[in-house]
T-cell receptor, first 113, second 115 residues
Framework: KAGVTQTPRYLIKTRGQQVTLSCSPI?????VSWYQQTPGQGLQFLFE???????NKGNFPGRFSGRQFSNSRSEMNVSTLELGDSALYLC????????????FGQGTRLTVV | QQQVKQSPQSLIVQKGGFSIINCAYE??????FPWYQQFPGKGPALLIA?????SEKKEGRFTISFNKSAKQFSLHIMDSQPGDSATYFC??????????????FGKGTLLTVNP
């Protein structure tokens, strides 16, 4: 069974640009969460999607948004990029809302210059 | 507010040694406590998890001990191997799976096992 797939693996963007990251969950998993990992703040929850609806949101500005498609694939968008948005963005999938085990992808390394 | 505090930040042990990583939480609504292992360039991988109805759970060389009254839980690694060198994260969440589900992570412990 394939794991969580995130694309692209690496991105370099310029301040002020926007970026879209993609996540394909494990087959059959319907819940997708996004996390930001930085050396200073560690792993922080961004948001979770289930059945194409955002169910929970972390403490991030509105520049961070996401969506989920009917096949459970998810995208995350960051607009008006700032230098501080440089981070590893991780996607995690769960089978369903009643399941607690979350499985992470390898992440997308975003560098804002 | 950091809801899960993890210590130490780094740990160096010799091959065959015993490693302990500690975490403390504040939110009494947490009832699911996983540990993740992360190698450089990789995403976190679920290692072992525990719920508060048990005080200890063992899987191979890895054991979680849980103290509900103290709101603390620990990861014990026996017979540490160089391949265990990684960053370990404790986390906590509610198990309801409802709209409040999210993993709250500790800051991580960088474990180095010397050969």
């Amino acid at each position: 069974k394939a794991g969580v797939t995130q694309t692209p693996r690496y991105l370099i963007k310029t301040r002020g640009q926007q970026v879209t990251l993609s996540c394909s969950p494990i087959s059959g998993h319907r819940s997708v969460s996004w996390y930001q990992q930085t050396p200073g703040q560690g792993l922080q929850f961004l948001f979770e999607y289930f059945s194409e609806t955002q169910r929970n949101k972390g403490n991030f500005p509105g520049r961070f948004s996401g969506r989920q498609f009917s096949n459970s694939r998810s995208e995350m968008n960051v607009s008006t990029l700032e230098l501080g948005d440089s981070a590893l963005y991780l996607c995690a999938s769960r089978p369903g809302r009643a399941n607690t085990e979350a499985f992470f992808g390898q992440g997308t390394r975003l560098t804002v210059v | 507010q950091q809801q899960v505090k993890q210590s130490p930040q780094s740990l160096i042990v010799q091959k065959g040694g015993f490693s302990i990583i500690n975490c403390a939480y504040e939110n009494t609504a947490f009832d699911y406590f996983p540990w993740y292992q992360q190698f450089p360039g990789k995403g976190p991988a679920l290692l072992i998890a525990i719920r508060p109805d048990v005080s200890e759970k063992k899987e191979g060389r890895f054991t979680i001990s849980f103290n509900k009254s103290a709101k603390q839980f620990s990861l014990h690694i026996m017979d540490s191997q160089p391949g265990d060198s990684a960053t370990y994260f404790c986390a906590a969440s509610t198990s309801s799976g409802g709209s409040n589900y999210k993993l709250t992570f500790g800051k991580g412990t960088l474990l180095t096992v010397n050969p």
